[in-house]
């Protein structure tokens, strides 16, 4: 049996522009922050530079500079609840993504989320869908020293859910993030949300979809043992 024919038998989801169409909510949020600051950056270099990253990867980076603790998380509660006002009146699950969830859970495939985003994001969209009880794990940013794109995440929610980072499938929509999960050994699929096909690819996902609609007749085989 060749790896491309191994079957895969957990299934890890970034949550942010992955399993919610959400990122042009924390771009602007982040994009309104930066002016605030003086500094001139578009909803693009935040998306390429810095989605998957914990925010206090992110600020100081952002700034040039080392934040005393009291600044960061006044930094980051601030573009926090701009994002959360921005996004919460459109809360709903991207595309496909509640029948491919409901057709795992029935394919008895255990299921984790991997996310940089802090807990008052998690809650929003986990709780605020009801997800929590379908996943068997949700890992954090603050369950890792290091956020995307180092592995770190992705290893931790194949460790929660008992199975071979290479028998996890997982989903990502930023660049950083393929990178992660790709460098924990997984075979990654790209969702379009945010970023190019050829992007993805090059980052190292092994297929890229618009949403969850449908999947490739090889992905169908090694999830489902369906299809060719």
């Known amino acids: 049996m060749t790896p491309s024919d191994t079957p895969l038998r957990a299934a890890v989801f970034d949550m942010d522009g992955t399993l919610v169409d959400n990122m042009v909510f924390h771009n602007q ?3 309104a922050l930066a002016r605030k600051l003086g500094l001139s950056l578009t909803a693009d270099d ?3 530079r810095f989605a998957g990253k914990k925010n206090e990867e992110i600020l100081p980076e ?3 500079r080392a934040l005393a603790p009291d600044e960061l998380e006044r930094l980051a509660d601030e573009k926090e609840n701009h994002y959360r006002t921005l996004y919460r009146p459109h809360l709903r699950l991207h595309r496909g993504a509640e029948a491919f ?3 795992l859970r029935a394919a008895g495939i255990p299921m984790a ?3 940089a985003a802090p807990h008052g994001n998690r809650e929003l969209v986990i709780d605020g869908l009801g997800l ?3 996943f068997h794990r949700i890992v954090g940013a603050e369950e890792v020293s290091r956020g ?3 592995p770190d995440i992705f290893l931790a929610a194949a460790q929660g859910l008992g199975v071979d980072p290479s028998q996890c499938l997982a989903f990502e929509d930023a660049i950083l993030g393929v990178m992660s999960a790709h460098d924990a050994g997984m075979p990654v699929v790209g969702i379009t949300t945010t970023t190019s096909s050829t992007q993805l690819r090059q980052a190292g996902a092994l297929w890229t979809l618009p949403d969850f609609t449908t999947l490739p007749p ?3 085989a090694r999830l489902f043992g369906v299809g060719s």
Do not use: H, M, N, Y
């Open 29 to 31: 949020a982040w994009v």
């Open 46 to 48: 935040f998306q390429t």
């Open 148 to 150: 995307k794109p180092f």
């Open 132 to 134: 929590r009880p379908v």
């Open 113 to 115: 989320i991997a996310t």
């Open 62 to 64: 952002l700034l040039g």
């Open 101 to 103: 969830i409901s057709r």
């Open 218 to 220: 090889e992905l169908e």
